[in-house]
């Protein structure tokens, strides 16, 4: 349970101080947003929705990994998933916050959101900063969500213990029957 503990601190620190992809897993999460692009040029969708498909595949991976650690009632689990799915946010609202100038080094093709809220599609780069802080804060909410069931997971194991302590403290220190 520390070992998440520290993991949520260590995303947290990479995805909203610094603004970067996480290391490692950051890796991982551009091979699937990359996978949801692949997957909608092969299933016929249209442009848009192959576009949109690389973030909304990024964030909704852990998020299925989040909701199957719930449904195991595997609150550790769900909580680094829960921290996973914010990091994702975070990484997708850079990239949003990016279509209005095109910055990011990508790795090829036409820049996902500045096509999205570009004159071809929604014609809204002006609402480009605004999404992308909508992103960001509700991926810190997902954050602290995480840190929240860890603090209350923990919360409950410690309460745990003290129970077991003090009922075999009570069965020793009862008389003997006779």
């Not at 990359?34 to 016929?44: N, R």
């Not at 916050?97 to 002006?126: M, S």
Request: charged share 15%; with cysteine.
């Amino acid at each position: 349970m520390a070992g998440v503990g520290v993991w949520c601190g260590a995303v947290a620190w990479f995805a909203f101080v610094r603004h970067v992809r996480v290391p490692l897993i950051g890796l991982t999460d551009l091979g699937i947003h990359e996978l949801g692009h692949l997957i909608f040029y092969v299933v016929p969708a249209g442009a848009l929705v192959t576009a949109i498909a690389g973030s909304a595949l990024q964030v909704l991976a852990p998020s299925c990994a989040a909701a199957y650690f719930v449904r195991r009632r595997d609150l550790v689990a769900f909580a680094a998933c829960l921290a996973w799915v914010a990091t994702n946010l975070a990484d997708v609202a850079v990239y949003v916050a990016d279509a209005p100038t095109e910055q990011l080094e990508l790795l090829g093709g036409e820049h996902d959101w500045a096509y999205i809220l570009g004159p071809e599609q929604f014609d809204r780069l002006d609402l480009a900063g605004s999404i992308a802080t909508g992103l960001r804060f509700t991926g810190l909410v997902l954050l602290l969500g995480a840190v929240a069931v860890l603090l209350d997971v923990a919360r409950s194991v410690r309460s745990s213990s003290r129970a077991k302590r003090f009922r075999g403290q009570a069965l020793s220190a009862s008389p003997p029957r006779g």
